[in-house]
DNA sequence: CAACAGTTTAGAATAGTTATAATGTAGTTT
DNA sequence: AAACTACATTATAACTATTCTAAACTGTTG
């Protein structure tokens, strides 16, 4: 579980300021021993009950923001009004219960490794996801 | 190139009403040899421009989610806050370009067959949808 | 501690989408 | 073919997620 001051050293080694809001934030995502998906209303939402603060939205909006683009989140895109980020950045896939609109990791064992064989794009590959979309055999159809 | 009446058809055998705006939808999305993908206000301004009509925009969103849900359109998320939605409905994968935000169809020589060896859901497998994201190999990290 | 660039903030603005409620129309019944 | 009914269309309002703005604030450097 990682302490404040490790925090501190995340944050500046990927140049971004220690500021309150960050290191709150931080407390939120990384200090449980799992990692988890969240939307931005979830985080809000958290930061306003667990830590009984306030932290203004658009703090929260730039901070995932600028956790996403300097590696510490992942955003997953599903067929939905909404982006969920994810505090597992390791390369995995997942499953998105169509029921409940819940993201479940993919063990590593779920696919085989995926090989790209043609990629006539003639541009580099940043990333390769696989979305498994499940639901209850007795769905309707939408 | 499909005519008329087989698009007349085609909505009444999936339920739908053959209506003046359906139809000239059905021109747009299936009259061409080639499967395509969009996003609706793209739609919405080739309706105007194509056929130099008018259809409302409550209608083209009524439509094209009727389209999906009947199995005309499939939808695709990627990483934005656009749906784009496609004409090929069969199984495949696509590439997306993020310089460009294109999309692009994988031939089925692309990936191997997916393989979901641990399903641990407990629900039925709807769909496997894979995403390749490219970029030109230069790009700056956002 | 002064200066400055980076950060936070509330609230306004924007964009995509959905809801509303009145009007119109396809298909069915008589 | 008139009447009926359920389904569709429409313009516009409402809504929701996200981004922008510009002023106030704060971490860092010298």
Do not use: W
Request: glycine share 2%; aromatic share 6%; hydrophobic share 30%.
């Amino acid at each position: 579980m990682p302490k404040n001051s490790e925090f501190i050293d995340k944050l500046r080694s990927s140049g971004l300021r220690p500021t309150k809001q960050r290191l709150k934030i931080c407390e939120v995502l990384f200090k449980r021993d799992k990692t988890f998906h969240f939307t931005i209303s979830d985080l809000a939402k958290n930061i306003s009950e667990q830590l009984n603060q306030k932290i203004s939205l658009a703090t929260v909006y730039n901070t995932v923001h600028a956790f996403k683009n300097k590696g510490h989140l992942k955003e997953i895109s599903i067929n939905s009004s909404q982006s969920y980020f994810d505090t597992n950045i390791t390369h995995h896939h997942h499953f998105l219960d169509e029921d409940t609109n819940e993201l479940i990791d993919c063990d590593n064992d779920v696919i085989e490794k995926i090989n790209v064989k043609n990629n006539l794009t003639g541009k580099k590959i940043k990333s390769v996801e696989v979305l498994i979309k499940v639901a209850s055999d007795n769905q309707n159809q939408k």
